[in-house]
């Protein structure tokens, strides 16, 4: 399958267009540490040949709960699904999921994204356990 080109979007605080390549920059200049306030900037793609992409602002404080969710609400079709975040070797997964099935060592979504998450390190997000975009 040929590498697709991405698909350019808008910011959603401001509506100003942006490419893949100029949305992270773009963040933050106009609402990220210029803003005064620290955020992280998480890119979603995914693994395959896909044009489509989002990158999500968030505060230190938000959990990978409140990524899920926002990852729910936009990116993929419904909520009713399992998922879990795989970082740096360990799986973040709901309480409800059985980790005896997991490969990874696992531990709660309810974790702070500032406790787990660096500038520039790559994770994975894995929903309906077949559908995968890369985030980081």
């Not at 590498?3 to 100029?22: A, F, I, N, V, W």
Request: aromatic share 10%; with cysteine.
């Amino acid at each position: 399958m040929a590498k697709q080109t991405p698909k350019p979007g808008s910011c959603h605080l401001c509506k100003e267009s942006l490419t893949k390549r100029t949305a992270a920059t773009h963040l933050k200049k106009k609402h990220g540490a210029a803003s005064g306030e620290e955020r992280f900037i998480i890119m979603v793609d995914t693994p395959y040949s896909s044009p489509y992409w989002m990158i999500l602002l968030a505060k230190p404080t938000a959990t990978l709960v409140d990524l899920d969710d926002a990852l729910r609400d936009i990116w993929v079709e419904c909520c009713s699904h399992l998922s879990t975040f795989t970082i740096e070797g360990i799986e973040y997964q709901a309480p409800s999921m059985d980790p005896v099935d997991s490969f990874y060592p696992t531990k709660s979504k309810k974790v702070k994204l500032e406790k787990v998450l660096c500038p520039g390190m790559a994770f994975s997000y894995e929903y309906d356990f077949g559908t995968t975009p890369n985030s980081g």
